[in-house]
């Protein structure tokens, strides 16, 4: 179970941190990322935690982003800077299961909505 | 950057047989995923590896992928079955790509 928080009303030019708190598998093994859909749109990949620790990120979000986990709370985290109106979206965590033979999302969360306004 | 294109909708009668393509350079090569989202709610993976299905997935959800194209196959359509479809791959430059989406009509 993949459960976000986080969301809310967030100013332009303002950060905003969102939590991913995760039961049944342990985050530090497992390929997480978090993925975004604006308001009548699309799915858009954010970010990527591997296993390793090393990271990914898209190139909306590179270099104003960040994203990281606590272990010992089992938990995903992102951050991200300089918010403006394109980071409107119900962002989701999610667990690629099948990472390394392919590709895919198996574990979603609920999403939490973040508006920029 | 590697984009995945969809048709942004499709239309089928129930019972019928659903198309939803997507294209991409070269995408044989790569191993497509394939997610149905219904409003307000979260995707739901139901192809993975080009053509295979999670254990609660229905049979009549198939894939195929080659060449540059790929496609989710609906066979015997029915109403729970209109939704958003994405396909997926993974890119080693643009890491995860969806495609834009296409809203399935049954009716």
């Known amino acids: 179970q993949l459960i976000e928080s986080g969301g809310g009303l967030h100013q332009p030019g303002g950060s905003l941190r969102l939590s991913c708190a995760v039961s049944?598998?342990?985050?530090?093994?497992?390929?997480m990322s978090w993925v975004r859909q604006a308001p009548g749109k699309g799915l858009e990949w954010v970010s990527l935690?591997?296993?390793?620790?090393?990271?990914?990120?898209s190139d909306s979000v590179k270099g104003r982003s960040s994203i990281s986990r606590d272990n010992s709370k089992n938990t995903l985290y992102l951050e991200i800077n300089r918010l403006t109106a394109a980071d409107t979206a119900v962002y989701f965590c999610a667990r690629d299961t099948y990472f390394g033979s392919g590709t895919a999302f198996v574990h979603w969360g609920q999403g939490t909505l973040v508006s920029v306004s | 950057s590697f984009e995945l294109t969809q048709p942004p909708s499709e239309s089928v009668s129930p019972g019928q047989t659903a198309y939803i393509a997507c294209s991409g350079d070269n995408l044989g090569t790569k191993f497509v995923s394939w997610y149905q989202q219904k409003p307000g709610q979260s995707p739901v993976l139901v192809i993975f590896?080009?053509?295979k299905r999670p254990p609660e997935i229905p049979m009549r959800f198939s894939g195929s992928n080659s060449g540059n194209r790929a496609t989710l196959t609906i066979s015997g359509t029915q109403d729970v079955d209109e939704a958003d479809y994405y396909c997926?791959?993974?890119?080693?430059?643009?890491?995860?790509?969806f495609g834009s989406g296409t809203h399935l009509t049954v009716l």
């Open positions: 590896q080009d053509d």
């Open positions: 049944g598998f342990s985050v530090k093994t497992a390929f």
């Open positions: 935690m591997y296993p390793t620790g090393g990271t990914d990120y």
């Open positions: 997926q791959a993974w890119d080693s430059t643009d890491f995860y790509v």
